[in-house]
């Protein structure tokens, strides 16, 4: 199998999952497993593309919490999501200095995927009887930055599925609601993240790329992101996420099945 085979499918892998609530990071443990690992940086950029279709695609909600910081609601709703992302940034920097996290290997991400499915239709189910409120208040917004670091700790979580279930049953019951704060509060999240993470490679001598091949997975996963979000934002607009979780159960399990020892 060709490299450039390799980094077009891993850029295609990154722009689908990244936030679909399927787990990024345990789909490419699973792809680089028969494709062959790849550096940290070529993961931190990519999924940088990933990052940057979703800014394209709420760039007009961004425009227009920065253009309104002055009315009531706009700052408000600002203000969570920096709230949000200022619990991310300092427990994650508290556990990456504790050095606490999961090996990334294939058993404990299957188990992730498959629990984290099961916890999907049960979360989706209770979030239901809670009415279909639009309103982000300030314990969602707290919720969802300690719900970023735990998806952060423990791979094959999910952060987007981390995130937007726990918004759906801390009250904010509408997906779409859910799934948008969920989402723009993953914008300086992921950013900070990835950047952080190629500062560090930069800094010790490890990035060693080839540069054309990174960047064509970076391009591949910016369109490839931009449209499965594209769908995502409509499909949940009509239906629940329960094919998710049960495509994130069925997969832990075969991976636990075929694969006990990875």
């Given at each position: 199998?060709?490299?450039?085979?390799?980094?077009?499918?891993?850029?295609?892998?990154?722009?689908?999952?990244?936030?679909?609530?399927?787990?990024?990071?345990?789909?490419?443990?699973i792809a680089?497993?028969?494709?062959?690992?790849?550096?940290?940086t070529f993961n931190v950029v990519i999924q940088a593309g990933a990052i940057l279709a979703v800014v394209f695609i709420y760039r007009q909600r961004l425009w227009q919490l920065a253009a309104g910081f002055g009315q009531r609601e706009s700052r408000d709703y600002a203000l969570k999501l920096a709230a949000a992302f200022l619990i991310t940034a300092v427990f994650g920097f508290?556990?990456?200095?504790?050095?606490?996290k999961l090996p990334e290997t294939i058993t404990p991400v299957a188990w992730a995927l498959l629990l984290g499915g099961i916890w999907m239709i049960a979360a989706e189910r209770l979030?239901?009887?809670?009415?279909?409120?639009?309103?982000?208040?300030?314990?969602?917004?707290?919720?969802?930055?300690?719900?970023?670091v735990v998806a952060a700790i423990f791979p094959g979580t999910s952060r987007s599925a981390a995130t937007i279930f726990v918004a759906m049953l801390a009250g904010t019951g509408n997906?779409?609601?859910?799934?948008?704060?969920?989402?723009l509060v993953g914008i300086p999240t992921m950013f900070a993240?990835?950047?952080?993470?190629?500062?560090?490679?930069?800094?010790?001598?490890?990035?060693?790329?080839?540069?054309?091949?990174l960047a064509l997975a970076f391009v591949?996963?910016?369109?490839?992101a931009f449209v499965a979000v594209k769908w995502l934002l409509r499909y949940i607009q009509t239906h629940r996420f329960t094919a998710f979780a049960l495509y994130r159960v069925l997969l832990g399990a075969a991976l636990l099945l075929f694969l006990p020892n990875g």
């Open positions: 199998m060709s490299d450039l085979f390799c980094v077009i499918l891993l850029g295609l892998i990154e722009g689908i999952t990244e936030f679909l609530p399927i787990s990024s990071t345990g789909h490419l443990l680089e497993r028969w494709l062959g690992s790849r550096s940290d508290a556990v990456i200095k504790l050095g606490f979030a239901a009887r809670r009415g279909d409120s639009t309103h982000i208040s300030w314990p969602v917004a707290i919720l969802v930055g300690v719900a970023q997906r779409p609601a859910a799934t948008e704060f969920a989402f993240a990835s950047g952080y993470e190629l500062l560090k490679q930069l800094k010790h001598g490890e990035a060693h790329e080839n540069w054309v091949a591949v996963a910016t369109v490839t």
